[in-house]
């Protein structure tokens, strides 16, 4: 059974990568409204007169069978943007809950052992055993 830190750092990477796929279908989705926008609006580079505009729509609703219905309902950008900000701030606040949970039940890190070298490197107030400040001028000699 993975540690504690293990399952947290999962987790995260979960959310993350959650996070990431949301943005990219975002970008897909807006570029996707905005390339299609722009393509039905133009004919070879050039733009399409009002009468000839409608006169599209109208063949394109015969086809299709589509009858004049009046919009009703939520903009559809609308609904992506309280859908994408719903899940950016359900994604915050389970981010601070669980940072709340790890900082309540994680044991505080443990700190890394210190080496008997280091250990005697530290203790630089010993020389062989004697105390620098108990050495005398004639044991110091440089003869």
Same mark, same amino acid.
């Given at each position: 059974? +993975?540690?504690?830190?293990? %399952?947290?750092?999962?987790?995260?990477?979960?959310? *993350?990568? &959650?996070?990431?796929? &949301? &943005?990219?279908?975002? #970008?897909?989705?807006?570029? @996707?409204? *905005?390339? @299609?926008?722009? @393509?039905?609006? %133009?004919?070879?580079? =050039?733009?399409?007169?009002?009468?000839?505009?409608?006169?599209?729509?109208? $063949?394109?609703?015969?086809?299709?069978?589509?009858?004049?219905?009046?919009?009703?309902?939520?903009? +559809? =950008?609308?609904?992506?943007?309280?859908?994408?900000?719903?899940?950016?701030?359900?994604? *915050?606040?389970?981010?601070?809950?669980?940072?709340?949970?790890?900082?309540?039940?994680?044991? +505080?890190?443990?700190?890394? +052992?210190?080496?008997?070298?280091?250990?005697? $490197?530290? $203790?630089?107030?010993? #020389?062989?055993?004697?105390?620098?400040?108990?050495?005398?001028?004639?044991?110091?000699? *440089?003869?």
């Amino acid at each position: 059974m +993975p540690s504690p830190r293990e %399952t947290l750092k999962l987790v995260m990477n979960l959310a *993350l990568w &959650i996070i990431r796929t &949301i &943005i990219s279908s975002v #970008v897909s989705l807006f570029y @996707f409204i *905005l390339s @299609f926008k722009s @393509f039905s609006s %133009t004919k070879r580079g =050039g733009r399409r007169s009002k009468e000839a505009e409608d006169a599209h729509v109208n $063949q394109i609703r015969l086809k299709f069978g589509v009858k004049d219905v009046e919009a009703k309902g939520f903009n +559809p =950008g609308l609904i992506v943007l309280l859908v994408v900000g719903g899940l950016l701030i359900t994604f *915050l606040v389970g981010n601070y809950v669980l940072y709340m949970y790890a900082q309540k039940t994680l044991p +505080p890190r443990r700190k890394k +052992p210190v080496s008997k070298k280091k250990l005697k $490197q530290g $203790q630089v107030g010993k #020389v062989g055993g004697e105390n620098w400040k108990s050495l005398s001028a004639s044991k110091l000699s *440089l003869s």
